[in-house]
């Protein structure tokens, strides 16, 4: 009978260095620009022209490969086409920093000492409250959709938090993500080893580059192919492990709104800030509709909120007939459990209307913001056991 859980005693060092010294072969992503220190790379120009062709599931299956079989890291460049978009971005999100400085001293952060850089938790949300028109132009971006897509499916539940690294701040320690990540080995060995393996596929981490990002400033150093050992949520503080990716991690520079992503899994960690002025990225860390994400959202205020800027377009014949999908797949609920089958049992099919279906029925029927608002808090009244 096969063994299904592991404790640290049975960490296998050379098992990890012969997953992490294999090779990128770019003939394995025809679809890429390049491969730099292992890392594959992406044109955001070519993605965008493959989304609604023939060809998209072939360039998702390839970057799902790559995250999984392959280094476990992409790069893409100017995966946000809308750097105005993104320079608004930036400026409420100092603003919503700066006055949350004046509530409290400071907020914890992961991996890293308290205080010692700048955290927005929940920037989705945050600024979608703060400017929902320049939150709908920073989201309304198909190549986020359609690598979230790649790795996790439809219904995907977006979450993010801005993370502005001083000058001065000092690396992470190596790590994986949420889920199992989060978690003191001892949690980790009470998982069969299938559980550790499957909550990679739950999340997808991705970092928009907010400012230039020299290699002095520290961008996230990653461990290619380190995503593949099976026992790395209870190997990452490790002393050898650690000290094999401080010798083998690489990283690369990045422009305004260029975008990396990669899987938790992979060994990685924010590098030492040694440039005189701030590095920032918003983290995206995208749930799968099967997962639970890290950071509780209203989704229904924000549903609310953006309804009356879509609506407006959508009379204007302003509205891109993929609009709607991309913008609310960063927003909605968009999944259909769990529910009250009592109450939201499922008229058509096997599952109930979801707000983002029903969002979208009301756009193409250009309900009132009132109509729409009532039927969204019906739907989720229905919802309530």
């Not at 790590?175 to 949690?187: C, I, K, M, P």
């Not at 969002?359 to 739907?379: H, I, N, Q, T, Y």
């Amino acid at each position: 009978m096969h063994r299904h859980f592991y404790c640290t005693e049975d960490l296998d060092f050379p098992e990890f260095v012969s997953f992490c010294e294999q090779n990128v072969d770019q003939k394995d992503y025809p679809f890429s620009s390049g491969v730099n220190k292992k890392i594959v790379h992406y044109e955001g120009d070519v993605i965008r022209s493959l989304i609604g062709t023939p060809q998209a599931v072939e360039l998702k299956t390839e970057l799902h490969h790559c995250l999984k079989d392959g280094p476990g890291v992409i790069a893409i460049k100017k995966a946000f086409q809308n750097l105005k978009a993104v320079d608004c971005a930036t400026e409420i999100f100092r603003k919503i920093i700066d006055e949350e400085k004046d509530e409290a001293e400071h907020y914890g952060d992961h991996f890293a000492i308290p205080g010692e850089n700048e955290r927005l938790w929940n920037s989705l949300q945050k600024m979608c409250e703060r400017d929902t028109e320049a939150f709908i132009s920073y989201y309304d971006n198909p190549v986020l959709c359609l690598i979230c897509e790649a790795w996790l499916g439809p219904y995907f539940q977006m979450t993010a938090q801005v993370n502005i690294v001083k000058p001065g701040a000092k690396a992470q320690q190596p790590h994986r993500d949420y889920h199992f990540g989060f978690q003191q080995n001892e949690v980790v060995s009470e998982f069969p080893i299938t559980a550790q393996i499957l909550s990679q596929f739950l999340t997808l981490q991705g970092a928009v580059a907010h400012t230039e990002m020299k290699i002095e400033s520290g961008p996230t150093m990653f461990l290619p192919f380190s995503q593949q050992y099976p026992l790395g949520y209870m190997a990452w503080r490790d002393t050898k492990f650690i000290k094999y990716f401080e010798k083998n991690s690489v990283q690369i520079s990045m422009k305004k709104g260029d975008a990396v992503f990669l899987s938790p899994a992979l060994f990685h960690a924010g590098g030492t800030n040694t440039e005189k002025t701030d590095r920032i990225a918003n983290l995206l860390q995208i749930s799968s509709a099967f997962g639970k994400a890290m950071e509780s959202v209203d989704r229904v205020k924000m549903t609310k909120l953006i309804y009356p800027v879509l609506l407006e377009k959508k009379k204007k014949n302003q509205l891109r007939e993929d609009e709607v999908r991309t913008i609310g797949s960063s927003v909605t609920d968009s999944y259909s459990f769990p529910t009250n089958l009592d109450t939201d049992s499922p008229t058509e099919g096997s599952v109930p209307e979801t707000a983002q279906s029903l969002m979208e029925r009301a756009l193409s029927k250009k309900w009132p913001v009132e109509k729409f608002c009532l039927k969204l808090d019906e739907a989720v009244k229905r919802r309530i056991p």
